[in-house]
């Protein structure tokens, strides 16, 4: 773009970011009369108006900070000259008061997936692997990348082999009370709806985390006859396990052919699956952002909002997460909950998070990066309003606590730490099929598990990562396209790949970040 250009975000708002690619020199006129006194880089505040010493700063029409000097107008705002405000506290909140009007149905639209035994439906058909500890890591590694060398390319209609590699399992105070959060964890991840109800496990032998307790009877689907332990009313799964240190292991390449072999099974099953018919209602997609820039909440995240309420529309469910991440929105999201049970849930989840942080000695500041404020977000709160509008407009109908799987359709917030990879894996815990991920720095976040659909908050980072990025949400910020039309664009991009008919960028690169489970009791 040429001309000089600012966004605001409310009418209310003394700040606007800067649009250009770039930024823009001090002297810059903008139409209008603003006149820049400093260079301001592209997505950094710039003042509209004089704000004194001590003088709220506004964006989203929230409270971002104070100023800590007089900050003249047309003056560069940055994190440096803002103090932060105290977060909100958790009482005296708006309760389930905010009544959206009812929203048309969204009919019509399918995808060609999986159907699985329980009912759920998968975007891919893989074939997981589930370890108890991570002894066992490079043994399984070795034999998943010799069963896609040697047994995948028999079975054509496996999408992939992955391992469940994590760092859990043993030298874990195993029955401390926040013990159950990594173990639910990779419980539910091990039933995702990708791996089509096939579990297979690689145990060492001696790990406190044993099969038994991260798998209990009655926790996995029945697939077919061939992997039922008994039959009639107690007929229950068999537990598929491969123990590395059993008596019948001589020498490394046992333990690795016991793994094919037993692998092999799993993939004949899998193979004979087709896709199908199903309604986009059958999504279950979690929406994040990593590398967070000031013009996430300007375009990618309002985009992925438009989109979530279209997918909501249409029956799926979508998740939003990160607790740090909507902390200082908490007014606004128990206002949309659907009932004051949600609500509560939701207050209930900040109150933990809020008192495992100050076990730590840390507060909700903490998690801005240095990327964050390069890239113009002052601090917590202003990167928290960017973050919510992920979340679209539809009530809030549900909450579940890290590692548990979700059981309801509709917008539910899924309490996660709001680290990429730790909030992408407890998704996964959630049951999503489907992800969608925002960017304004960039980063080549992906998954191996499920779909991760990448957006780019601006121009010159879809330019430059144009292998990377799936969707280009700059285009918002030059106006050539509107919030409804990119996320009418990622909503029809969400049906092709959950159907197969594309992939994204990191599935063609097979690109993938690891596992990486919220473990918040004691490591012994």
Avoid at 204 to 212: A, D, I, N, R, V
Avoid at 360 to 374: E, I, L, Q
Avoid at 414 to 434: E, R, Y
């Amino acid at each position: 773009m040429s001309k000089p250009l600012y966004i605001t975000m409310h009418e209310a708002d003394n700040v606007a970011i800067v649009a250009n690619d770039g930024g823009l020199p001090a002297g810059t006129v903008f139409e209008g009369g603003l006149t820049l006194v400093d260079k301001v880089p592209q997505a950094h505040k710039v003042a509209l108006v004089d704000i004194p010493a001590g003088g709220a700063v506004r964006r989203y029409n929230v409270t971002i900070g104070y100023a800590l000097k007089d900050l003249p107008r047309g003056s560069w705002v940055h994190e440096r000259l803002l103090q932060m405000p105290e977060a909100r506290e958790l009482v005296g909140l708006p309760i389930a008061t905010v009544q959206p009007p009812e929203q048309t149905p969204l009919e019509g639209y399918t995808f060609e997936g999986f159907r699985n035994p329980d009912g759920s439906v998968g975007t891919r058909n893989i074939l997981a692997i589930t370890q108890t500890v991570q002894c066992v890591a490079g043994v399984t590694d070795f034999a998943v990348q010799r069963i896609k060398a040697e047994l995948l390319p028999k079975y054509p209609n496996v999408d992939d082999v992955v391992a469940l590699e994590h760092t859990y399992g043993c030298g874990v105070a195993i029955d401390a009370p926040d013990a159950i959060i990594p173990i639910r964890t990779l419980r539910n991840i091990s039933l995702n709806p990708n791996f089509g109800g096939e579990v297979m496990v690689v145990s060492l032998g001696c790990e406190k985390l044993q099969p038994e307790r991260l798998l209990p009877p009655g926790s996995i689907p029945i697939v077919d006859e061939r992997n039922v332990a008994d039959v009639g009313d107690t007929a229950e799964a068999k537990l598929d396990v491969v123990c590395l240190q059993d008596d019948a292991h001589v020498g490394f390449m046992s333990m690795v052919q016991s793994i094919m072999r037993q692998a092999e099974e799993h993939l004949e099953r899998l193979n004979a699956r087709r896709r199908e018919t199903v309604p986009a209602s059958e999504l279950v997609v979690g929406v994040q952002c990593g590398g967070s820039d000031a013009f996430s909440g300007v375009t990618a995240n309002p985009a992925v909002g438009y989109c979530t309420d279209l997918l909501v529309r249409a029956g799926a469910s979508v998740m939003f997460s990160e607790v740090t991440e909507v902390r200082d929105g908490i007014d606004q999201l128990t206002s949309r909950a659907s009932t004051p049970e949600v609500a509560e849930a939701m207050i209930r989840e900040m109150a933990w998070y809020d008192a495992y942080l100050d076990k730590g000695r840390v507060d909700r500041s903490a998690n801005t990066t240095p990327g964050n404020k390069k890239g113009g977000l002052s601090n917590i709160v202003e990167k928290a309003m960017g973050s919510i509008v992920k979340s679209g407009s539809a009530p809030i109908t549900g909450v579940i606590s890290p590692g548990e799987k979700l059981k309801q359709k509709g917008l539910i917030y899924a309490a996660t730490p709001a680290s990429d990879f730790i909030c992408g894996t407890l998704q996964l815990a959630a049951g999503m099929n489907l992800h969608v991920f925002t960017t304004g720095r960039g980063t080549p976040y992906g998954l191996a598990e499920v779909p991760v659909i990448k957006v780019a908050t601006r121009d010159d980072l879809a330019r430059r990562w144009h292998d990377l990025m799936d969707i280009n949400a700059g285009t918002i910020a030059t106006g050539e396209k509107t919030i409804a039309d990119v996320g009418w664009e990622m909503f029809q991009l969400m049906l092709d790949v959950a159907s197969g008919r594309k992939k994204t960028w990191a599935e063609q690169w097979k690109l993938h970040n690891a596992l990486v489970l919220f473990n918040p009791a004691p490591v012994t």
